[in-house]
C-alpha cells in the first residue's frame, strides 16, 4: 500500500488509487484554489477539464491521470 503525503499528512491507499480518488478519501476532494479563492475539484475524471492540477513532487500534475506511489509529495493549496 503506498504512502503519500498530502498537504502535509500521511495518508495511506490502495495499490492502483489515483491521486484525484485519494484526494476525495481524504477530505474535500479538491485539487486546488481558483484565483477567485474557490476550492476547486475534478470534473471529468479523464484530464480533458484539467481541473485536477496538483503539485506532485515539485511538478504540476493531473491528479485523475496520476497514480498514487510511495513517498509522493501532493500540494493543492499551492
Known amino acids: 500500500m503506498p504512502e ?9 491507499v490502495a495499490e492502483g488509487t489515483s ?3 485519494a484526494l476525495a478519501l481524504a477530505g474535500d476532494g ?8 474557490q476550492r476547486r ?4 475524471g479523464m484530464g ?3 481541473e485536477c492540477r496538483v503539485n506532485i513532487d515539485g511538478r504540476r500534475r493531473l491528479a485523475c491521470q496520476t ?3 510511495d513517498g509522493m509529495h501532493v500540494e493543492t493549496r499551492t
Open 67 to 69: 497514480l498514487c506511489r
Open 30 to 37: 479538491c485539487t486546488r484554489t481558483a484565483v477567485t479563492g
Open 48 to 50: 480533458i477539464c484539467q
Open 4 to 12: 503519500l503525503i498530502l498537504d502535509g499528512c500521511t495518508l495511506r
Open 41 to 44: 475539484a475534478p470534473l471529468c
Open 19 to 21: 491521486v484525484a480518488a
